[in-house]
């Protein structure tokens, strides 16, 4: 299986100011043959599922401000929320889909400082 | 668009069979475009992927959950449905129906409100 290793656990950020979280895969998911990342990023707010933000590790899914912004390749990637707004306040998931079974981040909750 | 709504008990006894169903609306579960999947997410802790079916009836399990877990789909009611045998109290969670975009691995979207399935005598 691929381990993903969300950092840090938890994190306060000041309205307006920038969040940054983590994610590592124990292995490579990126594919040479369509030189594709294979990471995705959730945000879960309290009593809801998970919703779509980020796709091949940086596609901005339709409809998420361009404040959210996804980097890196290979086992090593950054979810970026360039500058918090009060509604951003949730658990930020990563997956890996290389490879199955499919699996999730332990997730990283993001509050206001 | 693809709206995804979960049902079934709330409440499986310890040892007995927990079976849940997601109707789909807003689109065919005969598409050819979509696989459909089961997540899973205890209380207060992360997600877990179980299962995911293609229209054909192909299925895909996570290894960890394999000898418990049937995933079918009924192609005429818009349905597929999760069976998972033998449960326990870890196996109390919220369970999610969700789309997968075009293949077999990706990302899951949408995703359907979820259910609270208790594993309880």
């Known amino acids: 299986d691929i381990v993903m290793t969300q950092s840090p656990d938890s994190l306060a950020v000041s309205l307006g100011e920038r969040a940054t979280i983590n994610c590592m895969s124990s292995?490579?998911?990126?594919?040479?043959?369509?030189?594709?990342?294979?990471l995705a990023w959730y945000q879960q707010k309290p009593g809801q599922p998970p919703k779509l933000l980020i796709y091949?590790?940086?596609t901005r899914e339709s409809g998420v401000p361009d404040r959210f912004s996804g980097s890196g390749s290979g086992t090593d990637f950054t979810l970026t929320i360039s500058s918090l707004q009060a509604e951003d306040v949730a658990v930020y998931y990563c997956?890996?889909?290389?490879?199955?079974?499919?699996?999730f981040g332990g997730g990283t909750k993001v509050e206001i400082k | 668009q693809l709206q995804l709504q979960e049902s079934g008990p709330g409440l499986v006894k310890p040892s007995e069979t927990l079976s849940l169903t997601c109707t789909v609306s807003?689109?065919?579960?005969?598409?050819?475009?979509?696989?459909w999947g089961w997540i899973r997410q205890p209380p207060g802790k992360g997600l877990e992927w179980i299962g995911s079916?293609?229209?054909?009836?192909?299925?895909y399990y996570n290894p960890s959950l394999k000898s418990r877990v049937i995933i079918s789909v009924d192609t005429s009611k818009n349905q597929f449905s999760l069976n998972l045998s033998s449960v326990t109290a870890a196996d109390t969670a919220v369970y999610y129906c969700?789309?997968?975009?075009?293949?077999?691995?990706?990302?899951?979207?949408?995703w359907g409100q979820g259910t609270l399935v208790t594993v309880s005598s």
């Open positions: 091949w590790a940086s």
């Open positions: 292995r490579s998911v990126f594919y040479s043959s369509n030189s594709k990342n294979y």
């Open positions: 969700a789309t997968l975009q075009a293949t077999v691995w990706a990302w899951f979207d949408p």
């Open positions: 079916i293609y229209y054909s009836g192909s299925t």
């Open positions: 997956q890996q889909y290389y490879s199955s079974p499919l699996t």
């Open positions: 807003g689109g065919s579960i005969s598409s050819s475009t979509y696989y």
